[in-house]
């Protein structure tokens, strides 16, 4: 099945005209895959369309059956059962096991379903479910079990009893507490600004963008998981991820922007993508690219690295010190995420122009770096995730012997770099974006207190002065303290010093929640 977004942009220039206004699910669809022409193709068509048809079905069935029956009772144990195996069923044809509702209809994957006359009822049902909580697809994961499903419609049972203004936010919550992991729920998008959130519940939207993030790291890990072991990529999961951010960032940047303060754990590499990706895409907007262009641009950002999953281990974790050949063996990273996503089954213009940010991200702005090729003019894809990148690295520990910038210096070195690594006018849109002092910068004021910077000023003249959470107080107490406007000449306090959170062992993104 051909791999595409709704309409073409046609080319960068292109999303320069888009707005906000046009945002609908439909357009994010990309519509109905045309029929496979083929006999054998529309017959593995027909079996999925027999398949998605079921799975709506047992649904219905073990909905309807938990009304009457408690969480552990035997009656539950079938439909359950019925349910997981017709997602093994799909998950075997090689098809995604996810149910997404775009405009009127029930799509499994990018199959539009077509109920016949009997089972309308049971359609129109899990239709209404969904919408009633916001919910614009279930996605079930590869390692899904009974007990998650069971978990997952007794938090629905939850959620309704409690009749919480905002269902949507309450099941994200309940899914959380009971450790629903491999069920994955995606907001139906012309719902984002009319369901009527509890803005204040949500915390401006940081849950959602917690989620989102976690599911970001979850598609990066399943797509390097794919090319380690030799198989083809699918990238829509990653697609519907970069279009998750899309909608959140247009509630409002500083939500996700703060999720790129986490500490890289155990998968470095897939907090990278998903930090990156996140930078791209708060510059394309700032640039004012259309959402296709966006979510091309996210998923070029999100893949940017894809070919270091076919290197070595070792080779990546030992930072400075490679040889010559191991150098060399690094900077075909580009070329090999390149061929990669070439392998995709339908190679088009929309491909391509995520094929030139993945082969340009380490081109440098004088068209030195890598790949080494005669190059006329870097593209706007790769300039862009080249900024991202080489600020994501600069303030990350990615290496033993090299300890990370605090961000207010990575970006004063960042700007030594203009004209040779880095394009000016971006590089001055992008400090605008993150702010001279960064949304997760711990700060010490004159006041002796401590503080992170949770939101920057939107006047460029004001970036140096953003809004903090205060954290402790001049005796350096823990305090949960007041966000203070530092534009404001009444707040009384100034920049006094930038801190290395990591100096005082402390994770600032949990004071961004």
Not at 346 to 374: K, M, N, Q
Request: hydrophobic share 40%; proline share 5%; charged share 25%.
């Amino acid at each position: 099945m051909a791999e595409r977004i709704g309409r073409e942009p046609g080319g960068e220039q292109a999303g320069f005209a888009g707005s906000e206004a046009d945002w609908s699910s439909e357009d994010w669809s990309g519509g109905e895959l045309a029929a496979p022409a083929d006999p054998e193709s529309q017959r593995a068509r027909n079996e999925l369309m027999r398949l998605g048809s079921a799975l709506v079905s047992r649904l219905f069935v073990l909905f309807k059956t938990s009304l009457n029956y408690s969480e552990g009772h035997a009656a539950l144990e079938a439909p359950l059962a019925q349910a997981i195996g017709v997602v093994r069923e799909i998950q075997r044809q090689g098809e995604e096991a996810s149910l997404r509702i775009k405009g009127r209809h029930l799509y499994l994957a990018e199959l539009r379903l077509r109920p016949q006359a009997a089972s309308f009822n049971v359609f129109s049902f899990l239709m209404e479910e969904m919408r009633r909580h916001a919910i614009g697809a279930i996605h079930f994961t590869p390692l899904v079990t009974e007990e998650d499903l069971r978990r997952l419609v007794y938090a629905f049972r939850e959620v309704e009893a409690e009749s919480a203004p905002d269902s949507h936010a309450s099941l994200l919550e309940r899914m959380q507490q009971r450790m629903i992991a491999n069920i994955e729920l995606s907001t139906l998008p012309e719902e984002i600004e009319t369901a009527g959130f509890d803005r204040e519940r949500l915390k401006d939207g940081r849950l959602k963008a917690r989620l989102c993030y976690q599911q970001a790291l979850k598609a990066v890990a399943r797509v390097e998981e794919q090319v380690s072991a030799g198989k083809p990529i699918r990238i829509r999961e990653a697609k519907r991820v970069v279009q998750q951010m899309i909608d959140l960032l247009a509630q409002g940047e500083s939500s996700l922007l703060g999720h790129g303060t986490r500490p890289d754990g155990e998968r470095a590499a897939g907090h990278h993508a998903v930090k990156v990706c996140i930078l791209s895409l708060t510059l394309g907007r700032r640039l004012g690219l259309a959402k296709f262009t966006l979510c091309e641009l996210g998923l070029a950002a999100l893949l940017h690295d894809l070919g270091k999953s076919e290197l070595p281990g070792e080779l990546l974790e030992r930072g400075e010190g490679a040889t010559p050949q191991e150098q060399q063996l690094l900077e075909s990273h580009p070329m090999l995420g390149v061929k990669r996503v070439m392998q995709l089954k339908a190679v088009d213009r929309w491909s391509c122009r995520i094929i030139t940010g993945i082969f340009e991200h380490h081109l440098l702005a004088d068209r030195s770096g890598y790949p080494h090729f005669a190059y006329q003019r870097v593209g706007l894809f790769g300039r862009i995730i080249a900024l991202a990148n080489g600020f994501e690295l600069l303030t990350s520990p990615r290496c033993a012997d090299r300890s990370p910038y605090p961000p207010d210096k990575a970006l004063r070195f960042m700007l030594t770099q203009v004209g040779k690594a880095y394009d000016q006018a971006l590089l001055k849109l992008f400090i605008g974006c993150v702010g001279v002092q960064p949304i997760g910068c711990l700060l010490q004021l004159d006041s002796g207190e401590l503080a992170v910077v949770v939101e920057n000023h939107p006047d460029p003249g004001q970036w140096g002065s953003p809004q903090v959470k205060i954290i402790a107080d001049a005796a350096g107490r823990e305090v949960d303290g007041e966000v203070v406007d530092l534009a404001r000449p009444d707040s009384g306090r100034h920049i006094a010093a930038s801190l290395d959170p990591r100096l005082f062992q402390l994770d600032v993104s949990r004071y961004l929640q």
